[in-house]
């Protein structure tokens, strides 16, 4: 039950776009394509699983006082890696539509932020949990953001160069495709997962209240 509460933690109950609001310049930048959303949450997930792994290995040896720019060493050298494989293997219009936005993996606060807060602090397999939640969920997040953006804003969905047109293009909102879009589709979407977990944490209090009066 621990390792499943470490990964929903990530997923649902603190997913870093829709909850705490980590990582916004690739959430808002990379979504303009379900193709590009896709990539960009690989490139988090292979950065965060990694880094989570290296720093609970050394957790012990680093010494406090260094331990900030040891992990922003070992994140750094991870993106160049992940950066240099996306771009001999991606598409190269794919890595043009990525392109500073890897570089700034390296100082976006959900890597960081759960190398401090978790992996210095645990395991090396809970990390690796951990790092799979909070990648799932950024993956989720912005996926959904890319999907709505392409969709309504070009009335298409694309991939590796096909496209596949769903809605007629005279009834695409041009409006979501822009970066304008990017941040009404996102708000449209946290409003959504904020108005679902509500009405769930109210069937829980519900049902809650309703057992505890049975038992009386």
Known sequence: ?????IFLNGLIYENPTLVIFLGMCPALGTTNKVENALYMSLCVLAVLLLSNIIISLIRKIVPNEVRIPVYIIIIATLVSIVDMLFHAYLPYNVYQ?????????VVNC?????????????NVLDS??????FACGFAVAIIVVAFF??????GALSWAGHSL???PKNYAISLFASN??????LGLVVALYSFVMNVVK??????????????K
Do not use: V
């Open 202 to 215: 109210d069937n829980k209090k519900t049902k809650a209240a309703k057992t505890a009066s049975e038992s």
């Open 1 to 5: 039950m621990k390792k499943l509460k």
């Open 165 to 167: 047109q769903i809605i």
């Open 97 to 105: 539509s990525l392109g500073s936005f890897i570089s700034l993996i």
């Open 128 to 133: 690796i949990i951990d790092a799979l939640g």
């Open 149 to 154: 953006r392409e969709l309504i804003g070009t």
């Open 180 to 185: 304008s879009g990017a941040f009404i589709a």
């Open 110 to 122: 959900i890597i960081l932020g759960r190398a401090e807060s978790f992996a210095n602090k645990n």
